[in-house]
Nanobody, 123 residues
Framework: QVQLVESGGGLVQAGGSLRLSCVVS????????MGWFRQAPGKEREFVAT????????LYADSVKGRFTISRDNAKNTVYLRMNSLKPDDTAVYYC????????????????WGQGTQVTVSS
């Protein structure tokens, strides 16, 4: 069984930065593609960024491209999401996920999830 625990969320002013972390236990991190998704109140969970388990290829949602960076440290079994130039529209609960293919942009296709961490961006 794979467990994921996110941290690093909080309250930040627009234009600020945060770094989210996701520690994975139970299996070797490199076995999985990893992703970050987010869910705002009243909205469906949406894709933010994904990264492969092998060569580190990444995908980003258009809304975060150029501002967010996903990375992974397999030795630490940790995935990160660096978020710069934050906007109020980025306010959501951010979830870390583990799956089989980094190109799966539908949250329903991902196998394992963390509990989420709240990110709130004030204007």
């Amino acid at each position: 069984q794979v467990q994921l625990v996110e941290s690093g969320g909080g309250l930040v002013q627009a234009g600020g930065s945060l770094r989210l972390s996701c520690v994975v236990s139970g299996r070797t991190l490199r076995m999985y593609a990893m992703g970050w998704f987010r869910q705002a109140p009243g909205k469906e969970r949406e894709f933010v960024a994904t990264i492969t388990g092998s060569d580190g290829s990444t995908l980003y949602a258009d809304s975060v491209k150029g501002r967010f960076t996903i990375s992974r440290d397999n030795a630490k079994n940790t995935v990160y999401l660096r978020m710069n130039s934050l906007k109020p529209d980025d306010t959501a609960v951010y979830y870390c996920a583990a799956g089989h293919y980094y190109g799966d942009l539908d949250a329903k296709l991902w196998s394992y999830w963390g509990q989420g961490t709240q990110v709130t961006v004030s204007s």
